[in-house]
């Protein structure tokens, strides 16, 4: 796939750029990566890329003309086809998650765009299929929500990872992951959960669902709720606390509520 990135500092992705999993997806052939310089379609020696709002308050908003000329540059190189997805950043936007991430990833070109000081244009976003935040919190500009959301479409592209699927992260299957260990067995006399060295499978992988399922619903029981559970996850969910909240849980998710 190929992903634009529309800014007015380019320098920014100077490092994303050379990070080992941008590079892996680029020479493997899966992602070509481009970065356009908004400042490059602004007008005269002094670059006109903002100005102060009408009906007045603090601040610049960028101006329609720079940014959508970038946009009809970058869409131009397609040849007029009609196949990129244009994402403008910003709080306002719905916010970015794994399912997200996915649905990108199978674009053949995805266009993200980069706002700065107090936003852009409103008439801006007109040109967007999309408005997309990566959380509840004000950036100083769209770089580093760029750059998130890039990062998490590109591991997901054939051979970007070196090894290991991504099926089993956080999210993927709508649960936080299992906790993880690696070397050595005991580190400061704490040792890592006897099952890991047992060589069963079979019992690992309970042990695995019923620790993302303790953890999802201590951390992030919203993820829970909605969820068709299978009788296993039904059956740990049990265990795993007799509070009456887990009860009105597993009842809300039975009701279907
Ligand atoms: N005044 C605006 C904030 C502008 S922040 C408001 O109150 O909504 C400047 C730019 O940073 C935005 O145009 C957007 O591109 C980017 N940005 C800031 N926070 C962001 C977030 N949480 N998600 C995505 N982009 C963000």
Same mark, same amino acid.
């Given at each position: 796939?190929?992903?634009?990135?529309?800014?007015?500092?380019?320098?920014?992705?100077?490092?994303?750029?050379?990070?080992?999993?941008?590079?892996?997806?680029?020479?493997?052939?899966?992602?070509?990566?481009?970065?356009?310089?908004?400042?490059?379609?602004?007008?005269?020696?002094?670059?006109?890329?903002?100005?102060?709002?009408?009906?007045?308050?603090?601040?610049?908003?960028?101006?329609?003309?720079?940014?959508?000329?970038?946009?009809?540059?970058?869409?131009?190189?397609?040849?007029?086809?009609?196949?990129?997805?244009?994402?403008?950043?910003?709080?306002?936007?719905?916010?970015?998650?794994?399912?997200?991430?996915?649905?990108?990833?199978?674009? #053949?070109?995805?266009?993200?765009?980069?706002?700065?000081?107090?936003?852009?244009?409103?008439?801006?976003?007109?040109?967007? #299929?999309?408005?997309?935040?990566?959380?509840?919190?004000?950036?100083?500009?769209?770089?580093?929500?760029?750059?998130?959301?890039?990062?998490?479409?590109?591991?997901?592209?054939?051979?970007?990872?070196?090894?290991?699927?991504?099926?089993?992260?956080?999210?993927?299957?709508?649960?936080?992951?299992?906790?993880?260990?690696?070397?050595?067995?005991?580190? $400061?006399?704490?040792?890592?959960?006897?099952?890991?060295?047992?060589?069963?499978? $079979?019992?690992?992988?309970?042990?695995?669902?019923? $620790?993302?399922?303790?953890?999802?619903?201590?951390?992030?029981?919203?993820?829970?709720?909605?969820?068709?559970?299978?009788?296993?996850?039904?059956?740990?969910?049990?265990?795993?606390?007799?509070?009456?909240?887990?009860?009105?849980?597993?009842?809300?998710?039975?009701?279907?509520?």
């Amino acid at each position: 796939m190929k992903i634009t990135i529309l800014t007015m500092f380019p320098q920014l992705f100077d490092g994303f750029l050379q990070s080992p999993v941008v590079q892996r997806a680029i020479r493997r052939e899966s992602l070509e990566l481009e970065i356009v310089d908004i400042k490059e379609f602004a007008p005269g020696s002094f670059r006109h890329i903002d100005d102060s709002p009408f009906g007045g308050g603090a601040g610049m908003v960028m101006r329609c003309q720079p940014v959508l000329d970038a946009l009809r540059y970058v869409k131009g190189e397609e040849g007029g086809a009609p196949a990129s997805f244009t994402v403008a950043l910003s709080p306002a936007g719905t916010v970015f998650c794994q399912k997200t991430a996915r649905r990108y990833k199978e674009l #053949d070109h995805l266009i993200l765009i980069c706002g700065h000081y107090e936003g852009m244009d409103e008439r801006i976003y007109r040109h967007a #299929d999309e408005e997309l935040s990566i959380g509840d919190y004000i950036l100083t500009g769209g770089e580093i929500a760029a750059m998130a959301v890039a990062d998490a479409v590109i591991r997901l592209l054939p051979g970007a990872l070196r090894d290991k699927s991504t099926e089993e992260e956080s999210f993927e299957n709508g649960l936080l992951e299992y906790p993880q260990y690696t070397q050595p067995a005991v580190f $400061e006399g704490e040792a890592v959960p006897e099952v890991l060295l047992s060589g069963n499978h $079979e019992k690992i992988r309970k042990w695995r669902l019923k $620790e993302s399922l303790r953890r999802t619903l201590e951390r992030r029981p919203d993820l829970l709720a909605g969820r068709i559970l299978t009788e296993e996850e039904e059956e740990f969910l049990r265990e795993l606390g007799t509070a009456g909240e887990t009860k009105e849980l597993l009842r809300d998710l039975k009701s279907g509520k």
